[in-house]
């Protein structure tokens, strides 16, 4: 082969590498433009999907809000009541006193007068209705803070930090703030015995119980039973939320979870509460499961790893 034509075929070698060079760079360029598309993508799919999570949690607050003000009016209507008529025992007791110091001043204090007196006092009725008065105010402030509690509680940021929390207790929380929205004809039944602790955040957690309490009464409709245990198992702490309402079809029964999934119509559910459920759960090292049949009804089952040293203790 001649010098020339090696040199035409170093040439078109040359040529055809720049060129394979070139369409290399072109397509890294390219490749590299399409990771940052998809970058950007991601971080504005975790933005849209943590706008959906937070409108999930206002929505579901807002629920219990429609609901909270009877919750609170009646507990509050009737300390009120039991405190206007204390105020009235209270007067009385002061003419008594009044009566008796005004007598003692004058050395005229009559035991047969003074009965008289109390009897046109009803004084006897007044001391006997009086304890009652107040077990009741104290009964219902109590209730007045328990809803606070727990309506501050779920307005939290999810973001308050892990901490020991009593599932027991917790969950009674929710039965409390949720059972404003519970028609009279469903029963609520709960078996929680206490301390069980786990690790979490308590918002989060109020959050999944109260869902799967919610989603407990939509089953069941206008009357229904809902029973609620936890129990401490193999280092585990479950919890189990049973209603006795219409079966989840088999066909739904491995979707219940997906994000958007819901068989609810237009409008009335966005498919993503039980997704939360899910997501809460897996956040603390938890499983959950759901059985659901014509015969038994639906079950959830939340199993969280238990503090184990606070029973050993």
Request: proline residues 4%; glycine residues 6%; aromatic residues 6%.
């Amino acid at each position: 082969m001649s010098e020339d034509s090696y040199l035409l075929a170093y040439q078109r070698e040359r040529k055809a590498r720049q060129l394979a060079e070139q369409l290399l760079e072109d397509k890294s360029r390219d490749l590299y433009d399409k990771v940052l598309e998809l970058e950007s993508t991601v971080d504005q799919l975790k933005t849209a999907q943590s706008q959906l999570l937070h409108a999930e949690k206002m929505a579901s607050l807002g629920q219990l809000v429609a609901g909270i003000a009877h919750e609170l009016n009646t507990p509050l209507g009737f300390c009120i009541s039991n405190l206007d008529t204390m105020q009235l025992y209270m007067q009385k007791f002061g003419l008594v006193d009044e009566w008796i110091s005004n007598r003692l001043d004058s050395a005229t204090l009559d035991p047969q007068h003074y009965q008289q007196f109390r009897q046109s006092l009803q004084l006897d009725f007044v001391l006997g209705d009086a304890p009652d008065l107040l077990g009741d105010t104290l009964q219902g402030l109590e209730r007045i803070s328990a809803i606070v509690a727990g309506l501050r509680l779920f307005s939290e940021e999810q973001n308050s930090g892990v901490q020991m929390v009593n599932l027991s207790e917790l969950t009674e929380q929710a039965i409390t703030l949720g059972s404003s929205a519970v028609p009279t004809n469903i029963v609520i039944e709960s078996t929680l015995p206490t301390p069980l602790f786990i690790s979490g955040t308590p918002a989060e957690l109020l959050q999944l119980v109260m869902s799967i309490l919610s989603n407990a009464v939509q089953a069941c409709g206008d009357s229904g039973r809902i029973s609620i245990r936890a129990w401490l198992e193999q280092q585990h702490v479950k919890l189990a939320i049973h209603n006795d309402g219409p079966c989840i079809a088999p066909a739904h029964l491995a979707k219940i979870f997906d994000p958007f999934f819901t068989t609810k119509d237009i409008g009335k559910g966005s498919g993503l509460g039980l997704s939360i459920v899910a997501g809460i759960v897996k956040r603390h090292l938890g499983q959950i499961t759901v059985t659901s049949t014509q015969e038994t009804g639906t079950e959830f089952i939340c199993s969280f790893p238990a503090l184990t040293t606070t029973y050993e203790n």
